[in-house]
Nanobody, 113 residues
């Protein structure tokens, strides 16, 4: 059974940092690219960052230079380090393997001004 379990969300002041984690199980994690998406209230879900199986990364423009995606294949875990958070980063963050259509339950990130 495939599971993606996110953790690390919370409430933080603008300028602060959070580190999201996503523990994967039930599939060969190391072979697949992984992504983080987010959905803010009243907005569509959108890609935040992605990492290939070989470690190449990409980011949406608004988080470039502030967020870092990484993975630890030995732990079947993907991370999202978020620095210099802004109120507009407030959203539910989802870990996903898009090709296989696996999604976690989401973790709430709230940034206060």
């Amino acid at each position: 059974q495939v599971q993606l379990v996110e953790s690390g969300g919370g409430l933080v002041q603008a300028g602060g940092s959070l580190r999201l984690s996503c523990a994967a199980s039930g599939f060969t994690f190391s072979r697949y690219a992984m992504s983080w998406y987010r959905q803010a209230p009243g907005k569509e879900r959108g890609l935040v960052a992605a990492i290939t199986s070989m470690g190449s990364t990409m980011y949406r423009d608004s988080v470039e230079g502030r967020f870092t995606i990484s993975r630890d294949n030995a732990k079947n875990t993907v991370y999202l380090q978020m620095n210099n958070l802004k109120p507009e980063d407030t959203a539910i963050y989802y870990c996903t393997q898009v090709t296989l259509d696996f999604w976690g339950q989401g973790t709430q990130v709230t940034v206060s001004s």
